[in-house]
């Protein structure tokens, strides 16, 4: 059963997602990975302003292929999220609310994702065509210079995700492994 | 000697670059069919689905299965009797993936410099592997891969005392460390023997085997399932949210070795492993 939810995140939805939950977002989410990242946050450490406003949004750690003509976006699936997780925290201190992504996230992400309440949901890698159907919109808002790697707002609609990890710190990696594994060996 | 044209040759990798980025293997496909009935965690039963899902609207709608349309990885095989007129093979080969990236409407994925990092904004260079064989064919397979299992392979120069156990435990531990991030259900390529460079590319090259097809070798078949069956039992499942499905075939190639060597490379691949093959 699907929890639907809508972007730019509140209070009261980040407290009720919990690890495991199944969710559709609906709603504008902004993409950003490695080099916008790095970015941004350089950008903050000298004290300039972010290209967007964060606060309780959620950005996509995703680099879309090139859309064809008709297209909103080609394929679009997630990038493995512990590429960024040295510049997460700073993110999430000034209000970034959700990340979606794949793959582990380190203590520090986490433990940032607890004080400042926020959420961690996986979409499925390697299914970047099918996630293309769910983006009803897509433009360039930051950084063009940086091609797959700009900053893209995405207009969204019931797209699907795993909240792998919740802001109680709840991971899904965790205690999902345990129940299928067999000692065996 | 047989001539062919390079202008042939650059055509053809474009296609190939477009062929190997729209259409899952059906190998591959099949073994996700097969897979998704034994997986025992719902969710991991949903992922499989939604891949094979995925894999339909790719080559329907004739996009990328995955935007990690990847390093352009191409092994050519070139007949001792052939020879290429009109250019460079070399030349031929980069502008071919630089036209099937752009006309594919791929994602252009390469910097010019590791620190740099600047997008070189057409995809090239690849990375080209040159094998010289009898004939006067020319044979090129395009096997794009994808960073996010890339990322998680390992190479270990062992002990020969480390043995076939030691060799087992590292192949082990690096699918368990690479756990979410590689996509899973992956397909293991691995390359025992050889030096430092050659069993890597052994790894890679154990990648484009079909996916049923086991080692030749009766011993290196039974270390393949050996170490399917193990990879299974770790619980990591379809997308490192649990299951029973983490692997989808383990792939040895073996080569002699040095006296005082036993290097082992462990090169996974993600459940979008793809490759397109043609002969000229």
Known sequence: MYKKINTPLTEEVIENLKSGDTVLITGRIFTARDAAHKRMVESLDNGQELPFDIKNQVIYYVGPCPAKPGQAVGSCGPTTSGRMDAYTPKLLEIGLKGMIGKGYRNKEVVDAMMKYHAVYFTAIGGAGALLSERVIESKVVAYDDLGPEAIHEFTVEDFPVIVTIDMYGNNLYESEREKYKKANF | MREVKADDIKKTVELLCIEANYNLPQDVLNILKEKAYEEVSETGIEILNSIIENAKIAKVKKMPICQDTGVAVIFVEIGQDVHVVGGSLYDAINNGVKDGYLNGYLRKSIVSDPFIRINTNDNTPPIVHYDIVGGDKLKITVAPKGAGSENMSALKMMKPSDGIEGVKKFIIDTVEASGPNACPPLIVGVGIGGNFEYAPLLAKKALLRPINQRNNDDDIRALEEELLLKINSL????????????????????????IAMLPVAVNISCHVTRHATAIL
């Open chain 2, 235 to 258: 619980g990591i499942g379809p997308q490192g949210l649990g299951g029973s499905i983490t692997a989808l075939a383990v792939n040895i190639e073996k080569y002699p070795t040095h």
